[in-house]
């Protein structure tokens, strides 16, 4: 059985997958406006504006509010002492979902090459590392200095660092697929060894048994 028929038997919170999906199908289509004035290519990938500024902020919300949930979900505590989490909880989450492992690319612009928003995370820098996220920190916080950060490139690796982040809770689900399939190819995926890092289905009439994750 392929890992893609694993994903569709686990047991999920649905109704926190179909929000996660209809907030993504939203900023998808918010971005596809922008794409009608601002084509995407290579050569736009450093064009900048309000929109794209706004999106950027929302769009990087909707990570926060995904990677805050994976962490809460399973007990995991922040390393602050006020318990308010960032990018060093944030990045705890990189090796145990294999995010630097998804690649994806675009089913109707050609122009835009396959891209890895997680590729070059480090632990040591867990904000500086994430580049599009670290631009987002600043657009928000000081939009004078930083405005001609709030760029199409930034814009699209943190709208497809959100669609990764819902494939490595969920899995290549029918409900992921019926909405992003239009807009996103995975091109490259994490492989994940059967024994040790797979949920498997059980072969006897046991219920699922919830086990949180543990960050080594």
């Known amino acids: 059985m392929n890992q893609d028929v694993y994903s569709e038997r686990l047991p999920i919170n649905n109704s926190h997958l179909l929000r996660s999906l209809e907030q993504l199908s939203s900023l998808v289509e918010m971005l596809k406006n922008i794409f009608r004035t601002v084509y995407p290519s290579s050569k736009n990938e450093d064009s900048?504006?309000?929109?794209?500024?706004?999106?950027?902020?929302?769009?990087?919300?909707?990570?926060?509010v995904?990677?805050?949930?994976?962490?809460?979900?399973?007990?995991i505590p922040s390393i602050n002492k006020n318990n308010q989490y960032t990018t060093k909880d944030y990045v705890n989450l990189m090796n145990e979902l294999k995010l630097s492992s998804y690649e994806v690319s675009f089913s109707y612009y050609p122009e835009l090459q396959p891209i890895k928003p997680f590729e070059f995370w480090?632990?040591?820098k867990p904000t500086k590392s994430l580049f599009w996220y670290d631009s987002y920190n600043r657009i928000k916080h000081d939009r004078e200095s930083s405005f001609h950060e709030s760029t199409l490139k930034v814009l699209i690796n943190s709208i497809s660092a959100c669609f990764i982040i819902l494939l490595a809770q969920y899995g290549e689900?029918?409900?992921i697929k019926e909405i992003t399939s239009s807009f996103w190819n995975i091109t490259k995926k994490p492989m994940w060894h059967l024994w040790n890092e797979m949920y498997t289905i059980p072969y006897c009439k046991e219920k699922w048994k919830i086990r949180q994750l543990e960050i080594q």
């Open 122 to 124: 480090e632990v040591s």
């Open 173 to 175: 689900r029918k409900e």
């Open 48 to 64: 900048y504006g309000f929109d794209i500024r706004n999106l950027i902020i929302l769009t990087c919300t909707e990570f926060e």
């Open 66 to 75: 995904q990677i805050k949930g994976i962490l809460k979900e399973n007990n």
